[in-house]
C-alpha cells in the first residue's frame, strides 16, 4: 500500500532563518506531488504542484520554492523565512492516472518567530 | 474569482441524528467535487468524490449531493457517533489533478 512521510512534525524558526520540508511517497511510482498550506481558520491554498522530477508549477507568487530530486521525494524551502510563512503546510500525492484525489502527510505545523 | 463557503460556525448534533453540512461555490464551474475529513493537528483524509453529471453519491453512512444550478453540495452524516467529529472540506477540481481549491471547513461535534 502508499504511504506518505513528511516531517519534522512541528518546527519553530526565527524570523531570517532558512526552511527545509522534506516529503516521501512510498509504494507508488510517478505520482503527482502538492504542498499545500493552511492558515488558521481559513481553507487550503495550493503552493506547489510536480507532475515529474524537475518539473514545478508556483502557483501563488511567495518567499517559498519547491524542488524534487527524485520521483518520490518533495522539499519545501525558503532561504529567509518571513512572519507570514507560519502556518501548516501539507505534502500530498495523487496518482497520475486519476489524480483528482489527494492523499495528505500528517502536515508540519511552523511558526516562525 | 473562484469562492468557495463553508459554514464557518461548528455544527453541534446529537448521536444519533443526521448531520447536514453545506458547500457553496461561486464564478466557477467544476467538473467535479470532493469531500474530506480533517482531524486537528493532521493532513485532510479523502472521503467521496461527485462529479458534474453526478446528482448523488452515497458511501456508507455518507451521503452527498451535487446541484450545478445551485452551486451547492450538501454532505451529510447519517446515524452521527461522536467519531465522527471532525472539520469536513469541501474542494472542487476540474482536471486529472489534485490541484483543488479549498473552502475553510466546517467543524462537526457530535455529543453522546
Known amino acids: 500500500s502508499q504511504t506518505i512521510h513528511q516531517w519534522p512534525a512541528t518546527l519553530v524558526q526565527p524570523v531570517g532563518s532558512p526552511l527545509s520540508l522534506e516529503c516521501t511517497v512510498e509504494?507508488?511510482?510517478?505520482?503527482?506531488l502538492y504542498w499545500y498550506r493552511q492558515a488558521a481558520g481559513r481553507g487550503l491554498q495550493l503552493l506547489f504542484y510536480?507532475?515529474?522530477?524537475?518539473?514545478i508549477s508556483s502557483e501563488v507568487p511567495q518567499n517559498l520554492s519547491a524542488s524534487r530530486p527524485q520521483d518520490r521525494q518533495f522539499i519545501l524551502s525558503s532561504k529567509k523565512l518571513l512572519l507570514s510563512d507560519s502556518g501548516f503546510y501539507l505534502c500530498?500525492?495523487?496518482?497520475?492516472?486519476?489524480?483528482?484525489?489527494?492523499?495528505f502527510g500528517s502536515g508540519t505545523q511552523l511558526s516562525v518567530l | 474569482s473562484q469562492k468557495i463557503e463553508q459554514n464557518s460556525e461548528a455544527l453541534n448534533i446529537q448521536e444519533g441524528k443526521t448531520a447536514t453540512l453545506t458547500c457553496n461555490y461561486t464564478?466557477?464551474?467544476?467538473?467535479?467535487l470532493q469531500w474530506y475529513r480533517q482531524d486537528p493537528g493532521r493532513g485532510p483524509v479523502f472521503l467521496l468524490l461527485i462529479r458534474e453529471n453526478e446528482k448523488e453519491k452515497r458511501k456508507e453512512r455518507l451521503k452527498v449531493t451535487f446541484d450545478t444550478t445551485l452551486k451547492q453540495s450538501l454532505f451529510h452524516i447519517t446515524a452521527s457517533q461522536p467519531a465522527d467529529s471532525a472539520t469536513y472540506l469541501c474542494?472542487?477540481?476540474?482536471?486529472?489533478?489534485?490541484?483543488?481549491?479549498f473552502g475553510q471547513g466546517t467543524t462537526l461535534q457530535v455529543k453522546p
Open positions: 464564478n466557477y464551474s467544476p467538473a467535479y
Open positions: 500530498a500525492w495523487s496518482p497520475r492516472s486519476s489524480g483528482e484525489k489527494l492523499f
Open positions: 474542494a472542487l477540481g476540474s482536471g486529472n489533478t489534485g490541484k483543488l481549491i
Open positions: 509504494g507508488t511510482s510517478n505520482p503527482n
Open positions: 510536480s507532475v515529474g522530477i524537475g518539473q
